[in-house]
């Protein structure tokens, strides 16, 4: 019999795999700025790009699970792409 540690790791490794191959099949966005600089995502695009709804991104950025950034408050969140790929692939508790 299978204890619960092991089900939890098995669980854990198959969502890890999922979503990393449901992101591979994701069109890569455009870079916002030169091609060789870094990529940067609205909640808009950031949702897209991940498959979460727009709410559950921006909640992330407010309460800081997600690094971002605005330039005003409530204004628009910039995502790198480092941290929006860091955080899909980061296990929820």
Do not use: N
């Not at 854990?12 to 449901?22: D, L, M, N, P, Y």
């Not at 330039?71 to 955080?87: D, F, N, P, T």
Request: hydrophobic residues 40%.
């Amino acid at each position: 019999m299978t204890d619960s540690t092991d089900l939890a790791a098995a669980l854990e490794a198959f969502i890890r795999h999922e979503v990393t191959r449901q992101l591979a099949q994701l069109p890569t966005p455009a870079p916002a700025t030169a091609p060789d600089g870094p990529r940067v995502f609205t909640t808009a695009t950031a949702a897209a790009y991940t498959g979460h709804h727009p709410d559950t991104i921006a909640k992330a950025c407010g309460t800081g699970e997600l690094e971002a950034t605005q330039r005003v408050k409530g204004g628009r969140w910039s995502i790198g792409r480092e941290a929006l790929v860091a955080w899909a692939l980061a296990p929820r508790r």
